[in-house]
């Protein structure tokens, strides 16, 4: 019987990946800003790979979805944006005010593109989550079929940042989603604009990309 077929289990286990999403986002930011001596970084490698070694022995395969996520409940512990999860993820946290989906995040090291600055590619991840979001709030969630980001300033790092999205039309099956990211403490001075274009997928679409996934439960 799995371990999470009760409610309870459910979410001790959500709470329990979100911990190790924690305890991995804060390793990546030290292993990033570390000048420790290099005996130190290779104990560190050797103790890490010993630490992550049990979990790589139940592993999923590709088509499978986490036994903790709900994906038409649209829970994914482990999107690399928004994930509690996700060693990866800033987390971006997001919510809706009226027509506008509100987004926070600080961006670590691991972030850097120019120094102390963000890498303009995590921009970029940053407001195709917000648009996506956006579109999905507003009852036409679709894919993103093309992305065009301003960058008019640097975005720093070890900042809070404010995001907004919005649906600017939609157009049959397309929907066009406009985008900013600034500081919170400055939101009136825009760091980074965009303009996305998503498309709603047809059944048999959605049944091309999906269907190994849908067809595997949860
Ligand atoms: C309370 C809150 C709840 C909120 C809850 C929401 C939470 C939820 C958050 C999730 C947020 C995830 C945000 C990340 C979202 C990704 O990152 S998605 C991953 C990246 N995107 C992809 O991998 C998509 C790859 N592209 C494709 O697979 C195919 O293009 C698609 C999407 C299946 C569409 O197929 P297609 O053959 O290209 O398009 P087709 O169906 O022939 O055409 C449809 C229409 O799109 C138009 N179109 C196609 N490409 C373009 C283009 N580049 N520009 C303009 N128009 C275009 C066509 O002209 C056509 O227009 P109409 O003639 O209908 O007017």
Do not use: K, W
């Not at 560190?44 to 592993?59: D, F, S, T, W």
């Not at 956006?134 to 980001?149: E, F, R």
């Not at 403490?185 to 049944?207: C, H, M, N, Y």
Request: with cysteine; net charge neutral.
């Amino acid at each position: 019987m799995s371990e999470i077929e009760n409610g309870q289990g459910l979410q001790a286990r959500r709470a329990a990946i979100t911990d190790l999403g924690d305890a991995l986002r804060l390793l990546i930011e030290q292993a990033t800003a570390t000048e420790a001596p290099t005996a130190d970084l290779l104990r560190a490698a050797a103790l890490i790979r010993q630490a992550g070694a049990p979990l790589g022995e139940r592993a999923r395969g590709r088509f499978e979805t986490a036994s903790a996520d709900d994906l038409l409940g649209g829970v994914r512990l482990y999107n690399p944006v928004t994930g509690g999860g996700s060693a990866f993820a800033p987390p971006l946290e997001i919510h809706r005010d009226g027509d506008v989906a509100v987004g926070s995040c600080t961006l670590g090291r691991a972030f850097e593109g120019p120094p102390s600055f963000a890498h303009g590619g995590v921009s970029a991840m940053l407001l195709d989550q917000m648009l996506g979001y956006a579109c999905g709030m507003s009852g036409h969630p679709g894919m993103t079929v093309q992305l065009d980001t301003a960058y008019r300033q640097p975005v720093p790092l070890y900042t809070p940042l404010r995001l907004t999205a919005r649906v600017a039309a939609v157009d049959r099956r397309v929907i066009t989603a406009t985008g900013t990211i600034a500081t919170a403490e400055d939101p009136a001075s825009i760091l980074v604009r965009a303009t996305g274009t998503f498309v709603a997928l047809l059944p048999e679409q959605a049944q091309r990309l999906f269907g190994p996934v849908m067809g595997r439960g949860r």
